[in-house]
């Protein structure tokens, strides 16, 4: 069983940075592909990024691709969001989710955190 929590949203104006964090509890974490996604108001949760177990692949959604880099610390059992030059359009819940099989993927995961809030303001 995996448990994560999200920290480090916030209000931020646009062009602004912000870096999520994920807190992973359980000793297999370090064995899953850690992804971010978000929802915002009115749509459908979304892929925003993910990263191998070993930092060895990322993948990234085309909407944030060159702005948001995800990293993770294997000895912490934390999973990193680093968001540049925000967007308003960017405005959501984040969240955290881990995926136990190897392959990475942009839908099926297996355990999720319960979010946080980044607004952005323009």
């Known amino acids: 069983q995996v448990r994560l929590v999200e920290s480090g949203g916030g209000l931020v104006q646009a062009g602004g940075s912000l870096r999520l964090s994920c807190a992973a509890s359980g000793r297999t974490f370090s064995s899953y592909v850690a992804g971010w996604f978000r929802q915002a108001p009115g749509k459908e949760r979304e892929f925003v990024a993910a990263?191998?177990?070993?930092?060895?692949?990322?993948d990234y959604a085309d909407s944030v691709k060159g702005r948001f880099t995800i990293s993770r610390d294997n000895a912490k059992n934390t999973v990193y969001l680093q968001m540049n030059n925000l967007k308003p359009e960017d405005t959501a819940v984040y969240y955290c989710a881990a995926r136990s099989a190897p392959a990475m993927s942009r839908w099926q995961y297996d355990y999720w955190g319960q979010g946080t809030q980044v607004t952005v303001s323009s």
């Open positions: 990263v191998s177990w070993d930092s060895g692949n990322s």
